[in-house]
């Protein structure tokens, strides 16, 4: 056991040495700049229904909502982390309008897992017909249900009103109506765009790890790490242990490299989890726990 730990972190050692592969290491971490400097633009743009903040003050937000998350279910911390940071908007109502901009997130993971759900069960496993089409029609319609209802959250509004022992929540989920389906398309499209860095971040890190495959069959094996890791509840720290395994399964039937593969996993999850929330730890002290 110490002996293989031994090679694994020669081996690592060696690829992060590699002045060939520096300037895609520093692309990645370039692009998990590019990744949170978005999401933090989201929650800037988001979050000015209820109050405004500087840039700055939302990559703090951001940052140390990572670092609260950590310890949490599937990072549902990451909406305390940033609330906290507001001054003057009910906590309550920023905390669903984080809930709005982690929906969008989600849709999109389940959406390209989803489409590469089915390529699966039908290039690879080789599914029976029927069991194929069975699978592809409740794939289907899971995600055209999810967009639809995402576009639609101002109705959520509407149903709380109408249920008696919701009404008293009025006031909180009236934030469901602040968004337009123009600006719910804006937010769908800063997910989309974190979803594709992310994305060719770690795509990046297999070929610097020396795992030859077309981007297309990268990105569908990818989208199937991306959704096993969010339908499986994890934490922060275990969610590497999820994501090696089953990025082990799925990229494993494309290259017999299981160092590179591990490789690749981890040191995504390091930039772009890690490094923030160790910045975020930092943030953590400028808290406004209590108001006056």
């Known amino acids: 056991m110490k002996e293989h730990l031994e090679d694994y972190l020669s081996s690592y050692r060696l690829i992060i040495h590699n002045y060939q592969t520096l300037p895609m290491l520093i692309i990645v971490v370039l692009l998990m700049l590019i990744n949170w400097s978005l999401e933090s633009f989201k929650w800037k743009m988001m979050i000015k229904k209820v ?71 039908h290039e690879i496993l080789k599914l029976d017909f029927f069991l194929f089409i069975g699978i592809a029609v409740i794939t289907t319609a899971t995600m055209l249900l999810l967009i639809l209802f995402y576009f639609n959250t101002p109705l959520l509004t509407l149903f709380s009103s109408r249920i008696k022992w919701l009404k008293r929540f009025h006031r909180y989920t009236e934030v469901f109506t602040y968004y337009s389906k123009k600006d719910l398309l804006r937010i769908f499209v800063l997910c989309l765009l974190r979803y594709i860095i992310f994305s060719t971040q770690y795509f990046l890190l297999f070929m610097i790890a020396d795992i030859q495959m077309s981007y297309l069959e990268g990105f569908m094996m990818i989208s199937m790490v991306f959704f096993t890791v969010t339908i499986v509840p994890t934490i922060a720290l275990t ?54």
């Open 239 to 292: 969610e590497i242990g999820v994501r090696s395994a089953s990025a082990t399964y799925f990229i494993g039937m494309l290259s017999m490299n299981h160092f590179g593969i591990l490789f690749a996993s981890f040191t995504l999850w390091f930039i772009n989890l890690v490094i923030p929330s160790v910045f975020g730890a930092i943030f953590v002290f400028n808290f406004r726990l209590f108001r006056t």
């Open 51 to 121: 109050e405004e903040i500087s840039f700055f003050k939302s990559i703090e937000a951001v940052c140390s909502g990572i670092t609260v998350s950590f310890f949490t279910p599937n990072r549902v911390g990451e909406f305390a982390g940033r609330v906290f940071f507001l001054g003057t908007a009910d906590r309550i109502k920023a905390a669903l309008i984080a809930v709005i901009g982690s929906f969008g997130q989600t849709i999109i993971t389940v959406v390209f897992g989803g489409i590469s759900l089915i390529i699966y069960c």
